[in-house]
């Protein structure tokens, strides 16, 4: 029902049931499985063929005849990815702030347990893949999928504690940290010396604005993307590590404080219930004057790093994953499937999602809790932390970028593509279905949200 005062039209009971659904904490990992699976579809399907070579189609943008041309594939990866992980540096820096990161009692056991969730799949690849060019896939199956884990996690309802929810993020978090280091440092081609200096002379503009007091953050971005994005792109070093520190960059404090805030924001709702009204349409100037108020003072209550987060959010969720999902998460299945099932990458990065990932966080957490050096969150089993394993083996989207980078070879890129998918797949169930038994164990109903 609407509110008293809301004035509603036909197209909102079209776009109401959208928004509801856009909201709800699990969608975006439901159209993220939806574009997988619709790629998989199609890289089987008669058009196969077709598939594939758009996503190799040429696109060149430059300007007085200096160009950069790559294909739509690498535009996506390189380009659209770059925001993805601008996004991710956002809630990193978020989060070593004030977050679950923000000191050493809060972060030491999600990071330990991200580190441990890093080191075994690593080392289990390695165990299929010792030697030749395979082995350069061994940062594949480290990496977890915060936006799908979580998805899995929502969809529990509720009523699943909210520490579980809180040690999955900050653990997920840390991974996202531990992956961007591996790239940085283990899949980087040769570097250009001259372009990295100038994404850091960039780097350096960004930060001394920050310290002068620069708040617009669209100065931010025409220097993120045309100096440092661009610089590292250039450079050699994946141009995504850009885009982390580029989002360390943003201011993180607010102009006014809550207690100016909350006082100002009073007095300009009580002018503008003072303000004589129209008997038309339109609102008069003195209160189009003091919605511009509100609209400023709540402005300057905001940090810009929030802003960004929370603006940029829906974007990255619900275009920029799922067009990565469809462009990277097409395998073809050839007639020998047994032979690619059975291929040392397709076993090695299985295992070590669903093997190494499980032991790795379940391991070290354990160690750390029964030293004494951590303990677990509050309302957290034994059996939570179990789940929490396997839904941290999720690894999809930041496994399908490594392993991009990690092959060149179009067989070990669809059979690293084939391991990520069963061993995701296989972690979403367990995770869902062991944390609902956990819930269901404490007298705690998690019913699926509708």
């Not at 943008?61 to 594939?73: A, M, R, V, Y």
């Not at 966080?361 to 394993?389: D, N, Q, R, S, Y």
Request: aromatic share 10%; proline share 4%.
């Amino acid at each position: 029902m609407a509110e008293k005062g809301v004035i509603r039209k036909p197209i909102d009971r079209v776009l109401d049931p959208m928004a509801r659904f856009i909201n709800k904490s699990s969608t975006s990992g439901i159209i993220l499985f939806s574009s997988a699976l619709l790629a998989i579809l199609l890289a089987n399907s008669p058009w196969a063929e077709s598939f594939h070579h758009f996503w190799e189609k040429e696109f060149s943008i430059g300007f007085n005849g200096k160009l950069l041309s790559k294909s739509l594939h690498h535009w996506i990866n390189d380009g659209l990815m770059a925001v993805f992980f601008f996004v991710v540096g956002l809630e990193l820096k978020r989060e070593i702030m004030a977050g679950e990161l923000s000191t050493p009692r809060k972060a030491i056991l999600p990071i330990a347990a991200a580190a441990g969730g890093m080191i075994f799949p690593a080392l289990i690849y390695l165990v299929f893949n010792r030697n030749g060019d395979t082995s350069s896939g061994w940062g594949i199956p480290m990496a977890t999928d915060i936006a799908f884990a979580l998805g899995i996690l929502y969809l529990l309802g509720d009523r699943v504690p909210v520490s579980i929810k809180i040690f999955l993020t900050a653990l997920a978090i840390a991974d996202d940290l531990g992956a961007v280091l591996v790239i940085a440092f283990f899949y980087t081609s040769e570097i250009n010396t001259e372009s990295l200096l100038h994404a850091f002379v960039y780097l350096a503009i960004l930060y001394s604005a920050n310290r002068l007091g620069v708040r617009n953050t669209l100065f931010y971005a025409l220097i993120g993307i045309g100096g440092v994005w661009l610089a590292f792109l250039l450079s050699g070093v994946h141009a995504t590590i850009a885009s982390v520190l580029a989002a360390f960059t943003i201011p993180a404090s607010v102009k006014v404080n809550e207690v100016f805030y909350s006082n100002r924001l009073q007095k300009l709702v009580n002018d503008f219930r003072k303000a004589e009204p129209n008997d038309n349409p339109f609102i008069t100037g003195e209160q189009l004057h003091i919605i511009e108020e509100i609209r400023e003072v709540s402005k300057k209550a905001m940090t810009p790093l929030q802003r960004l987060e929370h603006g940029m959010h829906p974007l990255v969720a619900y275009v920029i994953m799922p067009v990565f999902a469809l462009s990277n998460a097409g395998v073809t299945l050839t007639e020998d499937l047994l032979q690619q099932l059975t291929s040392p990458v397709t076993v090695g990065v299985f295992a070590g999602l669903l093997l190494g990932k499980v032991i790795g966080v379940i391991g070290i957490t354990t160690i750390f809790t029964k030293l004494g050096w951590a303990e677990l969150p509050e309302g957290m089993t034994t059996l939570h932390l179990v789940g929490v394993g396997f839904l941290a083996a999720i690894g999809f989207t930041m496994s399908l970028f490594i392993a991009g980078l990690a092959f060149t070879d179009a067989t070990h890129i669809a059979e690293a593509k084939l391991g990520i998918l069963l061993a995701s797949l296989a972690a979403s169930f367990a995770g869902y279905f062991i944390i609902r038994k956990a819930c269901q164990k404490i007298n705690v109903v998690a019913p699926v949200e509708h």
